[in-house]
């Protein structure tokens, strides 16, 4: 890489193993390079930065809260749709009583592409919510994506949570019929939840 600095698979070689080694900085000082040098197109460029930027942040999450909380928000400014980027950015936002913002965050990312992660950070955006209230607010995120799975295992989830069986059942139904695993695990936890 040295002797060819806009050899393009000598810099992902490189790139891979700065990544390898969780060398979040020798990354993206690759990545940086490879923009200069015109190896890789803009939305190519700040998707991966911001994948890099998230895996640094939740490394240094529990070591270093600051340089965290700044690469996870550069991250999401970059990459919006990047799960694990949202929900850590949602949760620094929500730590700071930013409840609207971090709501934003995973509403934004979730549009995209629902997910578990993304319905959970959602759930827990108010800190000491009761089931009931995390329950109505996933509601609000399910309808987002209409008809979408995600959604109904996330009511069925905070719903079981709640208390309220047979609106998690009512989220499954659809489901039911030839359920994946996590919908006939959450139809056994109902069960046994309910009814011992």
């Not at 998707?47 to 690469?71: F, I, K, W, Y």
């Not at 629902?114 to 950070?121: G, I, Q, S, V, W």
């Not at 109505?136 to 799975?149: D, F």
Request: aromatic content about 4%; some cysteine.
């Amino acid at each position: 890489l040295k002797l060819s600095p806009s050899s393009s698979w000598a810099s992902n070689a490189v790139l891979g193993f700065c990544c390898a080694r969780n060398d979040w900085t020798g990354a993206l000082r690759i990545l940086d390079n490879n923009q200069s040098a015109g190896l890789i197109d803009t939305p190519t460029y700040r998707r991966q930065r911001g994948v890099l930027l998230t895996a640094r942040a939740l490394e240094l999450q529990n070591l270093d809260r600051d340089l965290s909380r700044e690469s996870v928000m550069e991250a999401v400014k970059l990459a919006p749709t990047l799960v694990p980027a949202a929900v850590l950015a949602s949760k620094f936002e929500s730590e700071a009583h930013q409840v609207r913002r971090a709501m934003k965050l995973v509403e934004t990312a979730w549009l995209s592409q629902p997910h578990p992660d993304l319905a959970d950070a959602y759930a827990h955006v108010k800190l000491g919510d009761s089931a009931r209230q995390r329950l109505v607010r996933v509601e609000t995120l399910a309808a987002k994506a209409p008809g979408h799975i995600e959604g109904a295992l996330a009511i069925a989830r905070a719903a079981i949570d709640a208390a309220e069986f047979g609106k998690a059942r009512a989220a499954l139904e659809p489901f039911v019929a030839s359920p994946t695993q996590r919908v006939a695990l959450l139809m056994a936890e109902i069960e046994r939840t309910e009814h011992g």
